[in-house]
């Protein structure tokens, strides 16, 4: 994680190189517009510049501005209510689905503006997976869950070798090799969470979201998450939203500590970023005294 490396060889190399989210040619706004004119981060795959988003007339979060670092682990931190969730599913424009989100500010995603019209939503969160609290599998087999993405992408190459692929770089394969055919609900919470990330990885993304992904697991299941997490950041970047300092600091390399303001008219509560940095920095040595009294907590 902290060696040197070219983002651009390594795409030309992907497998599956990062392909454009476009499905119209860009209007002709676009080429010279101010997302087109921003130069990308040399290692940012995203960069989000006074981003917020409201519910409805009601601000949930403000002015958010940093960049995530691809193949890294990126964590969102604070207390409950200060928009973590929110910000973390404007990352593969989960938002869209909740009528009253409207989004604001700029947000690119490998030099591309992620809310242009041209790009494609569908695309985005194939590039782009989550995988959320409650491990959610589908009332199906262990094997039509990891098949399913693909088959309904279409994608080449023997099913067989797509799930028993997925499910190994999940960590969970050996578990689960001999009841491949068996009801996905039969397995345990944990093994469902990493079921649910073999999902995600089976229809070959570019970046996980998790939101709170270890919240309704064991501490020996979050374990193994924690793991799985550290393994798959050498070929994936990961946001990860997570109530759990001690998870945060375990698993990242850069923390974003959220938190709640009153706004200027008193009126409303709006989550804003105060402090985003090296997790290491953040827990040992933070910038700003709300972070300290966070991470040391004398906050909740
Ligand atoms: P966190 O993940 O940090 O707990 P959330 O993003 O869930 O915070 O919530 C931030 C604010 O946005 C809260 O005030 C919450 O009530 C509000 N909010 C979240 N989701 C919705 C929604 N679907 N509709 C309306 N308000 C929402």
């Given at each position: 994680?902290?060696?040197?490396r070219d983002p651009?060889?390594?795409?030309?190399?992907?497998?599956?190189?990062?392909?454009?989210?476009?499905?119209?040619?860009?209007?002709?706004?676009?080429?010279?517009?101010?997302?087109?004119?921003?130069?990308?981060?040399?290692?940012?795959?995203?960069?989000?510049a006074g981003v917020?988003?409201?519910?409805?007339?009601?601000?949930?979060?403000?002015?958010?501005?940093?960049?995530?670092?691809?193949?890294?682990?990126?964590?969102?931190?604070?207390?409950?209510?200060?928009?973590?969730?929110?910000?973390?599913?404007?990352?593969?424009?989960?938002?869209?689905?909740?009528?009253?989100?409207?989004?604001?500010?700029?947000?690119?995603?490998?030099?591309?503006?992620?809310?242009?019209?041209?790009?494609?939503?569908?695309?985005?969160?194939?590039?782009?997976?989550?995988?959320?609290?409650?491990?959610?599998?589908?009332?199906?087999?262990?094997?039509?869950?990891?098949?399913?993405?693909?088959?309904?992408?279409?994608?080449?190459?023997?099913?067989?070798?797509?799930?028993?692929?997925?499910?190994?770089?999940?960590?969970?394969?050996?578990?689960?090799?001999?009841?491949?055919?068996?009801?996905?609900?039969?397995?345990?919470?944990?093994?469902?969470?990493?079921?649910?990330?073999?999902?995600?990885?089976?229809?070959?993304?570019?970046?996980?979201?998790?939101?709170?992904?270890?919240?309704?697991?064991?501490?020996?299941?979050?374990?193994?998450?924690?793991?799985?997490?550290?393994?798959?950041?050498?070929?994936?970047?990961?946001?990860?939203?997570?109530?759990?300092?001690?998870?945060?600091?375990?698993?990242?390399?850069?923390?974003?500590?959220?938190?709640?303001?009153?706004?200027?008219?008193?009126?409303?509560?709006?989550?804003?970023?105060?402090?985003?940095?090296?997790?290491?920095?953040?827990?040992?040595?933070?910038?700003?005294?709300?972070?300290?009294?966070?991470?040391?907590?004398?906050?909740?």
């Amino acid at each position: 994680m902290t060696e040197p490396r070219d983002p651009q060889r390594e795409n030309a190399e992907r497998e599956h190189p990062i392909p454009s989210l476009h499905t119209r040619e860009p209007s002709e706004a676009a080429p010279g517009g101010e997302a087109a004119q921003h130069q990308p981060a040399r290692e940012a795959i995203f960069q989000l510049a006074g981003v917020s988003v409201s519910y409805g007339d009601k601000p949930a979060v403000r002015d958010i501005t940093f960049d995530i670092g691809n193949n890294e682990i990126t964590a969102l931190i604070g207390p409950s209510g200060c928009g973590k969730s929110t910000l973390i599913r404007c990352l593969n424009r989960m938002n869209d689905l909740i009528p009253s989100a409207t989004v604001s500010g700029r947000l690119l995603y490998h030099g591309e503006d992620l809310y242009a019209k041209e790009v494609d939503a569908v695309e985005v969160r194939k590039r782009i997976g989550m995988v959320f609290q409650k491990p959610n599998p589908f009332p199906k087999s262990i094997y039509d869950n990891i098949a399913f993405g693909p088959r309904v992408l279409g994608m080449k190459g023997s099913m067989d070798d797509i799930v028993e692929r997925a499910l190994t770089r999940a960590a969970v394969w050996d578990e689960v090799k001999d009841r491949l055919k068996t009801n996905a609900f039969g397995m345990s919470g944990g093994q469902q969470q990493r079921l649910c990330i073999a999902r995600c990885l089976a229809v070959e993304p570019d970046v996980i979201l998790m939101d709170e992904p270890c919240s309704a697991l064991d501490p020996i299941s979050t374990g193994k998450i924690e793991d799985l997490m550290l393994e798959l950041e050498k070929e994936y970047s990961i946001v990860i939203v997570t109530h759990n300092m001690q998870q945060a600091a375990r698993v990242s390399d850069k923390t974003a500590f959220f938190t709640v303001e009153l706004d200027a008219d008193q009126k409303n509560r709006t989550g804003r970023v105060v402090e985003f940095d090296d997790t290491e920095k953040i827990f040992t040595n933070p910038g700003d005294a709300r972070t300290e009294a966070y991470v040391t907590g004398k906050v909740g």
